[in-house]
């Protein structure tokens, strides 16, 4: 899996990589959920789970890089999880149980993005800056899922 990944433009979700892409201009796309936002019964979907312990803002205080919330609408409908099997013995907490992909349509959002400001690098090391910052990300993309969800007319049509 992570050689075809490497083959589509995706690293290895560590700071290095991170560091080192921002180094380059490049963007760095973030999952900040990680696997709990992909290990969610349906019934949960669209409510976002905690987001870890704050490494992307981090990174965004180290280099000055701004984050760009950003809320995906369709995906959770387009593989739903049905059931986890244990997968210990492959280096993973499960094997996701789900149907073949459904057509479901997909929305995207990019929100006002959140600068770092007059923060110095330094402010990585303050847990609250960092959980601040984290909280008001989650806050602004469980905002826009909140609005595209009342603005979708069906999940297969849009």
Not at 136 to 145: A, D, P
Request: one cysteine or more.
């Amino acid at each position: 899996m992570g050689t075809l990944m490497n083959r589509l433009g995706a690293v290895r979700a560590c700071p290095e990589n991170a560091l080192r892409l921002l180094d380059e201009l490049r963007p760095v796309i973030v999952f900040p959920e990680g696997s709990q936002g992909m290990g969610k019964p349906f019934a949960q979907r669209y409510q976002l789970k905690r987001f870890g312990r704050g490494g992307f803002v981090k990174l965004a205080l180290r280099t000055g890089a701004p984050i760009v919330p950003v809320a995906i609408v369709g995906a959770e409908e387009t593989v739903p999880l049905l059931g986890k099997l244990p997968a210990g013995f492959l280096g993973l907490d499960y094997l996701p149980v789900t149907l073949p992909p459904l057509p479901a349509r997909w929305m995207l959002r990019f929100g006002e993005p959140i600068g770092m400001g007059e923060l110095p690098p330094e402010a990585a090391e303050d847990l609250s800056q960092v959980q601040r910052l984290t909280e008001r990300t989650r806050e602004s993309i469980q905002g826009m899922l909140q609005a595209l969800l009342k603005e979708r007319r069906s999940v297969f049509g849009g």
